[in-house]
């Protein structure tokens, strides 16, 4: 089977890829010619634990293969997988004009049945419209060729990408036709193998499925922070509250961490969405509004806790503050959306100075503040650290933001040497009170 993959972003690239290690016969495209140059050197552009090795042995071994020409790929293959950016607008809505520019090509090139499938996040709807613009270009050409268009969400993780591809709870699969249908299940059997379900339905309701999921998981942090916080003032204790609730098979216990906030590619910007889906169609998401406003103040409760602490925002001033972690979650280098922007925002401006350590995200950190308006302030203001510890030296405050494996079992006799003062807040309730208690540190987490 041949497929092209349209997009080498996320998505694009670990479906391509994932594809290809199952013997389909993949040409990933994007029209970024810089990208495309490096990934056929074999330079991967993003951080995917596994993802590197699986790029070169498909492209080794023929079935993996990039290009910038979608127009000469869409005449050898079965079906075409849009995964291009649906970047929010100024209002927050998906932005559509990467999706439909893959719509005309597709309608400008086609000369066989050929189906093109919607792996992008797009808002119900969207299939009708990239149907009719291919149809006006068909029109345009005066020529009559069969085609399909269906939609296929993506579910997959960051930093965990390749096994949600290969291993998913279930695969949503959206189609009006049973060619379409019929293609899609061929090309899913082989890994269906891993036990997992095709579940068909229609096209809007694949596209809905998306947002729905998206936006339940977001809800459950949201709910979480809330009763954290509620915990703390009430002196219960939200560790356990999770356990006794998750244990509820109704609620499960997944997805229930409390933390200092979501952020990423996909929640902030799904829910934001929906919401404006609702807009548009005269209802108001009255949940998701305030899911979105109890993650907004999560992002700052590290910083509130540590003004409360030193007495107030105007006693940062002048301060050293660590922080332990970049990037949205463990395992990616991505900073869309992260806690740690809304804090060095929040830390730079009252005063103090910031010095940082990630795993990984130190580069896309520099990148960020170097594209600000502020960048020479902030400069001044943050110091990138080599090294966890090195974060430490002199710090008044160690804030605890992303919740990497190495930051989880630290050496708390060496960080109590380095820090002026012993203080860890903990964003993502990583370590032991009692263990923290005996060696001596100050120590606050969230919803305990
Ligand atoms: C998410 C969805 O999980 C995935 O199905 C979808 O396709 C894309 O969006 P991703 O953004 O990669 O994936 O990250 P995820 O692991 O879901 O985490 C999102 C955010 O939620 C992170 O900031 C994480 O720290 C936070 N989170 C997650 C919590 O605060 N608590 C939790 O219990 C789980």
């Known amino acids: 089977m041949n497929i092209a993959i349209v997009g080498t972003g996320y998505v ?3 479906s391509g890829t994932c594809f290809a290690e199952m013997g389909v016969n993949v040409t990933c495209v994007d029209v970024n010619q810089a990208k ?4 056929q050197k074999g330079e991967i ?3 995917e634990p596994g993802l590197d090795e699986m790029v070169l042995r498909n492209q080794r071994e023929g079935r993996l293969n990039f290009t910038t020409d979608l127009a000469s790929v869409l005449n050898n293959v079965e079906m075409v997988f849009s995964a291009v950016g649906t970047p929010p607008d100024e209002d927050g809505s998906a932005d559509l004009q990467y999706v439909l520019a893959v719509a005309r090509t597709f309608g400008q090139n086609i000369k066989k049945y050929t189906v093109l499938v919607t792996k992008s996040t797009v808002p119900v709807g969207t299939a009708k419209k990239v149907k ?3 149809q006006e270009e068909l029109d345009k050409r005066g020529v009559n060729v069969p085609f399909d268009v269906a ?14 591809f290969m291993k998913p709870d279930r695969v949503v699969v959206g189609v009006e036709s049973e060619q379409a249908k019929e293609l899609m299940t061929r090309l899913y059997r082989p890994m269906m193998l891993n036990n997992f379900r095709v579940i068909f339905t229609d096209i809007p309701s694949a596209e809905m499925i998306k947002y729905a999921a998206n936006s339940m998981l977001a809800t459950r942090i949201s709910f979480m922070n809330d009763i954290a916080n509620l915990c703390e003032l009430v002196g219960a204790d939200v560790n356990m509250v999770r356990k006794g609730i998750g244990s509820d098979t109704r609620i499960g216990s997944k997805f229930l961490y409390p933390g200092c906030g979501y952020g990423g590619s996909c929640f902030p910007k799904d829910v934001k969405a929906l919401i404006k889906t609702a807009e548009k ?3 108001k998401m009255g949940v998701l509004k305030a899911v979105e406003e109890v993650n907004e103040y999560q992002k700052t409760v590290l910083f509130h806790k540590l003004a409360k602490r030193f007495g107030g925002e105007a006693n940062l001033k002048g301060k050293t503050i660590a922080m332990w972690g970049l990037a949205f979650k463990p395992e990616t ?3 869309r959306e992260a806690t740690a922007l809304v804090l060095i925002d929040l830390l730079t401006k009252a005063g103090a100075t910031i010095r940082v350590y990630d795993p990984v995200a130190m580069n896309e950190c520099k990148r960020r503040m170097a594209a600000r308006p502020d960048a020479a302030t902030i400069a001044s203001q943050i110091v990138y ?6 974060a430490l030296l002199d710090a008044d405050a160690l804030l605890l933001v992303t919740e990497w494996k190495q930051f989880r079992m630290p050496s708390f006799g060496v960080m109590k040497k380095s820090m002026k003062n012993a203080l860890i807040i903990d964003g993502r309730n990583i370590y032991d009170a009692k263990e923290l208690a005996d060696a001596g540190f100050e120590y606050s987490a969230i919803g305990c």
């Open 333 to 335: 280098d991505d900073m």
């Open 45 to 47: 552009p993003i951080y």
């Open 151 to 164: 939609s296929n969400p993506e579910f997959l993780k960051e930093g965990s990408a390749i096994t949600d």
């Open 36 to 39: 495309i140059e490096s990934l």
């Open 281 to 283: 169609n005269g209802y």
């Open 385 to 390: 650290c080599n090294d966890m510890y090195e």
């Open 12 to 14: 694009g690239l670990v």
């Open 132 to 134: 009719a613009a291919i």
